[in-house]
């Protein structure tokens, strides 16, 4: 069974930074694909980043590009993503999702398979 738990959200002043955690129990990192979406009130659910099966690569959205970084930590069975430089239009809920097995990277939500409960990010101006 592949559950998926985010923590690490709250509210932080634009320029600040987050550390968002998705910690996994089961398999569910094991060989999949993992990636971090967001969405805002009132808008679609958005890709933001996500690590390859194979742990080798990763992947961000324009808007997070130099700004956030996608890491495995595999002593906590965790994927983390760190967020710096923070702005307002970062607001949004956080999911973190996962793919079957062995499937590559991708930037449609409807594309994954496992899906944590959210986590609320708010940045202030």
């Known amino acids: 069974q592949v559950q998926l738990v985010e923590s690490g959200g709250g509210l932080v002043q634009a320029g600040g930074s987050l550390r968002l955690s998705c910690l996994r129990s089961?398999?569910?990192?094991?060989?999949?694909?993992v990636a971090w979406f967001r969405q805002a009130p009132g808008k679609d659910r958005e890709f933001v980043a996500a690590?390859?099966?194979?742990?080798?690569?990763?992947s961000y959205a324009d808007s997070v590009k130099g700004r956030f970084t996608l890491s495995s930590d595999d002593a906590k069975n965790a994927i983390t993503l760190q967020m710096n430089y923070m702005k307002p239009e970062d607001t949004a809920v956080y999911y973190c999702?996962?793919?079957?097995?062995?499937?590559?990277?991708?930037?449609?939500?409807?594309?994954?398979?496992?899906w944590g409960q959210g986590t609320q990010v708010t940045v202030s101006s």
């Open positions: 999702a996962a793919k079957r097995r062995y499937l590559a990277v991708t930037t449609q939500s409807s594309e994954y398979e496992y």
């Open positions: 089961g398999s569910a990192f094991s060989r999949r694909a």
């Open positions: 690590i390859s099966w194979e742990g080798g690569s990763t």
